[in-house]
C-alpha cells in the first residue's frame, strides 16, 4: 500500500525568498521543475539517506524522503535523527538537504511547512525547491558526518590565527568544513591553509594541510562553510580515514536497515 499522508494547510509566509546562494562552481544548476521531481524521486526510491542542516544551527541531521507531492509542492521527509530539540524545526524554518544518489551529490534548499505524525511516525514537510544543484561523481567517496560523531578541526593560518570548524563530510581526498566564527580575514578559493586538524571520534588527529576549493560566505549566519582537499597526507592518515568512512558506511546500512529501507 502506497505511503499516504493527509495534507494540511500551507502555512508559508509571504515574505521574499531570501535563501543562500548555492555557489559551488562545480555544481550543475537545474531548475526544470520535472527534471527535479525525477531526481528528487530516485532519492526516494533509492531509499537514500539525505542529510538536513538546520539554517542557524551547528551540524547535519539524518532523514530520507518519504513522499514527493508535485502538486501541491511539498516533500514530506522522516523525522530528524537525532532529534534536534523542541523548537529547532517549525513552519518556517530552511533547511538544506543534501544527499549522495548513484555518484551525484545532490543539494537543494527548502522551507519547512508543517510537522506531524502519520499512525504514530513522525514526519515532517517542506516546500519543493525551486531548483537544485548537483555534482557528478567524484574520484573519492564523501561520506556525511552524523551530528552525533562529533568531528571537529582546528585550522592554522601562518599568523598563528585559530579557527575552530566542525566536519559536515569527510573524504581521504578532503572535506567540508562549518567555522563556528566567521574569520576576520578572507578566505577564498585556492587559500592553502597551512596545518588542518581533524580529530575523529576515536580522539585520533589528522595533521594536514588544507586547499580551500570552495567558500560559501553567508550573510544571513554567523558561519562560512569551506569544501577543501588535503595537501600532503601520510599513507597511515589515509589508511584511518579509510577505516572511519567504512565505520560510517557501516552505521549508515545498519540504520536504513532499522528503518526498513
Given at each position: 500500500?502506497?505511503?499516504?499522508?493527509?495534507?494540511?494547510r500551507?502555512?508559508?509566509?509571504?515574505?521574499p525568498?531570501?535563501?543562500p546562494?548555492?555557489?559551488?562552481?562545480?555544481?550543475?544548476?537545474?531548475?526544470?521543475?520535472?527534471q527535479?521531481?525525477a531526481?528528487?524521486e530516485?532519492?526516494?526510491?533509492?531509499?537514500?539517506?539525505v542529510?538536513?542542516h538546520?539554517?542557524?544551527?551547528?551540524?547535519?541531521?539524518?532523514?530520507?524522503i518519504?513522499?514527493?507531492?508535485?502538486?501541491?509542492?511539498h516533500?514530506?521527509?522522516?523525522?530528524l535523527a537525532?532529534s534536534?530539540?523542541?523548537?529547532?524545526?517549525?513552519?518556517?524554518?530552511?533547511?538544506?538537504?543534501?544527499?549522495?544518489?548513484?555518484?551525484v551529490?545532490v543539494?537543494?534548499?527548502a522551507?519547512?511547512?508543517?510537522l506531524?505524525e502519520?499512525?504514530?511516525?513522525?514526519?515532517?514537510?517542506?516546500?519543493?525547491?525551486?531548483?537544485?544543484r548537483?555534482?557528478?561523481?567524484r574520484?573519492?567517496y564523501?561520506?556525511p558526518?552524523?551530528?552525533d560523531e562529533?568531528?571537529?578541526?582546528?585550522?592554522?593560518?601562518?599568523?598563528?590565527i585559530?579557527?575552530?570548524?566542525?566536519?559536515?563530510?569527510?573524504?581521504v581526498?578532503?572535506?567540508?568544513?562549518?567555522?563556528?566564527s566567521?574569520p576576520?580575514?578572507?578566505?577564498?578559493?585556492?587559500?592553502?591553509?597551512?596545518r588542518?586538524?581533524?580529530?575523529?571520534p576515536?580522539e585520533?588527529?589528522?595533521?594536514?594541510?588544507?586547499?580551500?576549493?570552495?567558500?560559501?560566505?553567508?550573510?544571513?549566519?554567523?558561519?562560512?562553510?569551506?569544501?577543501?582537499?588535503?595537501?600532503?597526507?601520510?599513507?597511515?592518515?589515509?589508511?584511518?580515514l579509510?577505516?572511519?568512512?567504512?565505520?560510517?558506511?557501516?552505521?549508515r546500512?545498519?540504520k536504513?536497515?532499522?528503518?526498513?529501507l
Amino acid at each position: 500500500m502506497p505511503f499516504r499522508i493527509p495534507l494540511f494547510r500551507d502555512r508559508r509566509d509571504d515574505t521574499p525568498d531570501e535563501r543562500p546562494a548555492l555557489d559551488d562552481p562545480e555544481a550543475t544548476r537545474l531548475t526544470d521543475q520535472r527534471q527535479i521531481h525525477a531526481m528528487l524521486e530516485q532519492i526516494r526510491t533509492g531509499h537514500t539517506l539525505v542529510a538536513v542542516h538546520v539554517m542557524g544551527e551547528e551540524g547535519d541531521y539524518n532523514s530520507a524522503i518519504l513522499k514527493l507531492d508535485p502538486e501541491s509542492g511539498h516533500i514530506v521527509f522522516d523525522e530528524l535523527a537525532p532529534s534536534p530539540g523542541e523548537g529547532k524545526l517549525v513552519a518556517g524554518t530552511r533547511v538544506r538537504v543534501t544527499a549522495r544518489n548513484k555518484g551525484v551529490q545532490v543539494r537543494f534548499d527548502a522551507v519547512v511547512t508543517d510537522l506531524g505524525e502519520y499512525q504514530g511516525l513522525p514526519f515532517f514537510r517542506t516546500t519543493l525547491p525551486e531548483e537544485i544543484r548537483y555534482i557528478q561523481r567524484r574520484e573519492h567517496y564523501r561520506a556525511p558526518i552524523p551530528v552525533d560523531e562529533h568531528v571537529t578541526a582546528q585550522l592554522m593560518t601562518d599568523n598563528d590565527i585559530l579557527l575552530n570548524a566542525d566536519v559536515s563530510d569527510l573524504s581521504v581526498a578532503g572535506c567540508n568544513l562549518r567555522l563556528r566564527s566567521r574569520p576576520a580575514f578572507r578566505i577564498g578559493r585556492g587559500t592553502v591553509i597551512p596545518r588542518c586538524f581533524i580529530t575523529l571520534p576515536d580522539e585520533e588527529r589528522i595533521i594536514t594541510s588544507l586547499e580551500v576549493r570552495q567558500a560559501d560566505d553567508w550573510e544571513r549566519t554567523a558561519f562560512m562553510h569551506l569544501r577543501g582537499r588535503f595537501l600532503g597526507l601520510t599513507r597511515a592518515e589515509r589508511r584511518s580515514l579509510q577505516r572511519y568512512i567504512i565505520r560510517l558506511d557501516r552505521k549508515r546500512s545498519r540504520k536504513l536497515r532499522l528503518l526498513g529501507l
